[in-house]
Nanobody, 118 residues
């Protein structure tokens, strides 16, 4: 059984920073890519950032230069450093992984709420 466990989000003031983490656990042989999506109230889920096990990164245009994704392969954990947060970044952030267990799987975390507000 493979699962992704995200850190707790929280309330951040505009311009502030927050780090999210997501740990993959279970019978995992390898992680191809792992990253983050988010869903704001009343909107569709959208891609935020992703990283491969080889540390290639990809970011949504809206977060480039403000968000940084990194991975600790030994811990099967991905981090999302979010800086210069804006109210429009308020959303439920979901971890997503493309990995190999006994078969190839796409796994989602349960989501964590990040609220940017003064």
């Amino acid at each position: 059984h493979v699962q992704l466990v995200e850190s707790v989000g929280g309330l951040v003031q505009p311009g502030g920073s927050l780090i999210l983490s997501c740990a993959a656990s279970g019978s995992i042989f390898s992680i191809n890519a792992i990253g983050w999506y988010r869903q704001a109230p009343g909107k569709q889920r959208e891609f935020v950032a992703a990283i491969t096990s080889g540390c290639s990164t990809n970011y949504a245009d809206s977060v480039k230069g403000r968000f940084t994704i990194s991975i600790d392969n030994a811990k099967n954990t991905v981090y999302l450093q979010m800086n210069s947060l804006k109210p429009e970044n308020t959303a439920v952030y979901y971890c997503n992984a493309d990995l190999y267990s006994r078969v190839y799987l796409e796994v989602w975390g349960q989501g964590t709420l990040v609220t940017v507000s003064s």
